[in-house]
């Protein structure tokens, strides 16, 4: 079916020749002014295009622009026209013009243009057409810009040395030297309304893609787009920011960009272009191949959108895939075989519950130290034991000494030689294994951490302990349960940003007697009703002994449960006896 836009053209242009989706006919406005040279009035009704519905005429008689713009020029009743909106509020500006214009002044400047400067312009691909048409002139030393305004009158213009940009001075009213009045070419905002304009620095830049046959504003300098009143801008469809190839113009572009949101399209410069590439050195170097580089450039133009882009997506998730099979992430594995089958291999959120001293941070301990001994990279968060207990204690078990004889120091050779070597291994270590003990801790110093870390080992992995969730930092202390639920928010946002792994160790609540449950579930953990959404496996160490049994320690041992998991089936991963007196745990065959 036909739509309407391209229905109301053929309606009232029926002589009009329709072949690949643009409209041709002899223009009536040309026809209506009785100018001596008679143009062709086109009209794109591509309807694909961000520029679909708008029309031009050859002879440039009238600017530019879209359908309601054009019923204007006809005189038409708004109501018949695509897009009119009878409670559209245009909140106009009341600006009470001076009674003194500089109209004669400006047509006086056209006529001192010389040869010289009108074959400046065409090496830029800028014809005598668009010159006369933006009416600019020349004062024997500077090319004069008028900046028309919306009564149609010229009050105040600029003057720019050719060779020297920065060299300007403006001329006229001083009342319109100054914002909203320095947009040059500000008329074509109304006629662009429901559809598409170009934005642009500088006056040049505006004349260059104005021959294009684009409707466009400039702005004197770059610095002036934060000024530009959005309001100005409320009914136009789309905008493009076709800026020059710097830092500072590409930064004002996204600032922009994010005041103005998704309706803003930021042409951006290829990559082999050089820094400080402006739009008039482009149309000089591509000569007649500028036209189709600039529509390329405008056509990939990206959307200033909160989400990113489907192809930045896809590759995003093609990296992953890449990441997922290499040796890296296979690599992610405990000691514990039993555990990693259970959970398949350390990776996501993991949480584990367990009541005090049932050896939870020794076992974390143990599974950290044996990555980092893997060159994984491995950040401790400890609020619980203190740098020097870790690093003692995974002495103690790579030495297979305790930590008595440790402190007191070996004098025997053969213990001596275990101490030397469990020394240089932890030493060997430590690059990838980093005990925190900030009390300040926050996400983005979290972050700051990691990127370290990773840059330092170049790892495109990182695990990250959490000793314990309920004592890390939080603003209000009688918050907690807000502040825990926070934490969790920001470490799924760190675990989906960066791919890190987490184990977290997290405390259990008491039931109405003060005893600990003894059936694990997720139930059972304490202040977070946020736990079982944001753990990818929430698991419980629970003693097989009793706390008062006297029995020898080495006896010892601890049921770990899988109680809840995303994609693990729930029940009993194994049983761990204490490794006493080395501060670690060994799995027991099911």
Not at 73 to 101: C, F, H, M, T, W
Not at 125 to 134: I, K, N, S, Y
Not at 291 to 308: E, L, N, Q, W
Not at 543 to 570: C, I, M, Y
Request: aromatic fraction near 12%; proline fraction near 5%; charged fraction near 25%.
């Amino acid at each position: 079916m036909i739509d309407a836009i391209t229905r109301f053209y053929r309606e009232q242009l029926p002589d009009g020749r329709f072949k690949n989706n643009i409209l041709t006919t002899d223009c009536p406005f040309c026809r209506e002014k009785h100018t001596k040279n008679k143009g062709s009035l086109i009209v794109f009704l591509n309807q694909a295009s961000y520029f679909h519905g708008y029309f031009r005429c050859t002879n440039r008689c009238v600017p530019g622009g879209f359908p309601l713009h054009f019923g204007r020029l006809k005189k038409l009743s708004a109501v018949n026209i695509p897009g009119y909106d009878p409670d559209r509020d245009y909140d106009i500006q009341q600006v009470e013009y001076p009674a003194k214009n500089i109209n004669a002044e400006i047509l006086d400047f056209l006529e001192k243009m010389t040869d010289q400067l009108y074959d400046r312009f065409s090496a830029m691909g800028v014809g005598r057409d668009v010159l006369t048409e933006m009416k600019v002139g020349y004062n024997g030393r500077y090319l004069v810009y008028p900046y028309v305004q919306e009564d149609d009158n010229c009050y105040s213009a600029r003057c720019v040395h050719p060779e020297k940009p920065e060299d300007f001075f403006w001329y006229g009213d001083e009342q319109f030297f100054q914002h909203p009045f320095t947009l040059w070419n500000s008329t074509d905002i109304r006629c662009c309304e429901n559809g598409s304009l170009a934005i642009t620095e500088g006056e040049e830049n505006l004349l260059i893609l104005k021959q294009l046959g684009l409707p466009c504003i400039s702005l004197p300098t770059i610095g002036d787009l934060e000024l530009l009143d959005l309001k100005r801008m409320q009914w136009l469809t789309t905008l493009f920011l076709f800026v020059n190839h710097n830092q500072e113009s590409e930064a004002a572009a996204r600032l922009f960009a994010q005041r103005a949101g998704h309706k803003v399209r930021i042409v951006n410069w290829p990559e082999e272009y050089p820094n400080k590439y402006s739009i008039a050195d482009l149309a000089r170097d591509k000569g007649d191949d500028f036209a189709a580089t600039a529509f390329a450039m405008i056509k990939s133009a990206r959307s200033f959108s909160p989400f990113g882009s489907p192809e930045h997506e896809h590759l995003r998730f093609i990296e992953q895939l890449r990441l997922e099979s290499t040796d890296g992430f296979e690599m992610m594995q405990s000691d514990f075989p039993l555990l990693n089958k259970a959970l398949g291999g350390i990776h996501g959120i993991n949480i584990m519950g367990g009541i005090p001293k049932a050896g939870k941070s020794s076992f974390f301990i143990q599974i950290a130290s044996d990555m980092a001994r893997k060159k994984i990279p491995v950040i401790y968060y400890d609020f619980e034991n203190g740098r020097q207990k870790i690093y003692l204690r995974t002495l103690s078990r790579f030495s297979r000494l305790t930590t008595k004889e440790i402190k007191t120091g070996a004098r025997k050779y053969e213990v001596s030689h275990k101490l030397q070597q469990a020394q240089q291994e932890l030493k060997d270590m430590l690059p990838w294994f980093r005990v925190v003990n900030e009390r300040k801790l926050t996400p983005e110093l979290m972050r700051r951490h990691i990127d370290f870390l990773r840059h330092e080992t170049r790892s495109e992995y990182t695990l990250v302990v959490i000793d314990s969730l309920h004592k890390l930092p939080f603003k209000d202390l009688s918050k907690r349960r807000t502040g825990i639920n926070a934490w969790l928010r920001q470490l799924e946002a760190i675990r989906d940003e960066l791919g890190v792994s987490f184990l977290v160790i997290s405390e259990l609540s008491r039931g109405a007697e003060g005893q600990y449950d003894k059936q694990p579930h997720m139930g059972s953990f304490k202040g977070s009703g946020d736990i079982e959404y944001s753990a990818d496996n929430a698991m419980i160490l629970l003693p097989k002994w009793d706390p008062f049994d006297s029995g020898p320690p080495e006896k010892r041992q601890n049921d770990l449960w899988l109680v809840a998991s995303r994609e693990k089936s729930p029940g009993l991963i194994g049983s761990y006896r204490i490794d006493f007196p080395y501060w670690g745990f060994s799995e027991q065959a099911k």
